[in-house]
T-cell receptor, first 114, second 113 residues
Framework: AQSVTQPDIHITVSEGASLELRCNYSYGATPYLFWYVQSPGQGLQLLLKYFSGDTLVQGIKGFEAEFKRSQSSFNLRKPSVHWSDAAEYFCAVGATSNTGKLIFGQGTTLQVKP | GAGVSQTPSNKVTEKGKYVELRCDPISGHTALYWYRQSLGQGPEFLIYFQGTGAADDSGLPNDRFFAVRPEGSVSTLKIQRTERGDSAVYLC???????????FGAGSRLTVL
């Protein structure tokens, strides 16, 4: 069955520290992969996406993610976290036939300490 | 409009009542999606419209849930005989033709007492 797993439900990092949020997926074909961020009361905002090509993708707000097919992973990274990055982060996989029909992970809540 | 608009932003109702949630997608976007996000969970797909027709309704949990998009723009998600388990944030998203990413609205938070 297709699924997305985000192993860390809650992560706390200090401001200025580096960040890595983990995402593992199970999907029969080559997936389309996404990271979204959700702030309280806000809709989901797309951070970045991977469809094909270079496995290291750059997104908005200084985020990047690396697709590793051998590990079925698509981890999100940021070298230096800002307090405004505190939010909930969702990894999602989409079908190539319908990229809007997404399977989301459970989400990781990021807390940033001053 | 500039973004995906959802109304109401909050709805509190009593068990057994009927509820309608509205989504106004980005102008010109032909594809429209509904998702449901329960507390502490990621969004779950409900239904997808391409134009006026429901192209995929495989995520609707049961026949109490129904959605329409009569003119290919605004969509309404309808929930009959609401249950406490229907409490969630209902998210709408739209996608333009040829695009591969969704733009989400802020959601409608439904609370069933």
């Amino acid at each position: 069955a297709q699924s997305v797993t985000q192993p860390d439900i809650h992560i706390t990092v200090s401001e200025g520290a580096s960040l890595e949020l983990r995402c593992n997926y199970s999907y029969g074909a080559t997936p389309y992969l996404f990271w979204y961020v959700q702030s309280p009361g806000q809709g989901l905002q797309l951070l970045l996406k991977y469809f094909s090509g270079d496995t290291l993708v750059q997104g908005i707000k200084g985020f990047e993610a690396e697709f590793k097919r051998s590990q079925s992973s698509f981890n999100l990274r940021k070298p230096s976290v800002h307090w405004s990055d505190a939010a909930e982060y969702f990894c999602a996989v989409g079908a190539t036939s319908n990229t809007g029909k997404l399977i989301f992970g459970q989400g990781t809540t990021l807390q940033v300490k001053p | 409009g500039a973004g995906v608009s959802q109304t109401p932003s909050n709805k509190v109702t009593e068990k057994g009542k009927y509820v309608e949630l509205r989504c106004d997608p980005i102008s010109g976007h032909t594809a429209l999606y509904w998702y449901r996000q329960s507390l502490g969970q990621g969004p779950e797909f409900l239904i997808y419209f391409q134009g006026t027709g429901a192209a995929d309704d495989s995520g609707l949990p049961n026949d109490r849930f129904f959605a329409v998009r009569p003119e290919g723009s605004v969509s309404t998600l309808k929930i009959q005989r609401t249950e406490r388990g229907d409490s969630a944030v209902y998210l709408c998203a739209s996608r333009g033709s040829g695009a591969n990413v969704l733009t989400f609205g802020a959601g409608s938070r439904l609370t069933v007492l």
